[in-house]
């Protein structure tokens, strides 16, 4: 994959809710191990961003994104 498909495919990935969803749910988990005694508000917090985004995000029609 050479440097253009490579950032094509990428921004495609970037425009997909489940690609922000999965960004958000990753730094939640990172949030948990680096601050334990927050544990309740970082996971609240972000699970609601991720509803959030799920919500915002239009979710992609079929063959939409295939490449």
Do not use: H
Request: glycine share 12%.
């Amino acid at each position: 994959m050479n440097t253009k498909n490579l950032k094509a495919y990428l921004l495609a990935r970037a425009q997909e809710a489940s690609t922000w969803r999965g960004v958000v749910l990753v730094l939640t988990a990172a949030g948990i191990v680096l601050r334990p005694e927050l544990q309740e508000l970082i996971v609240t917090a972000g699970l609601g961003l991720a509803g959030l985004v799920g919500a915002a995000f239009p979710d992609a029609k079929k063959g939409e994104g295939d490449q």
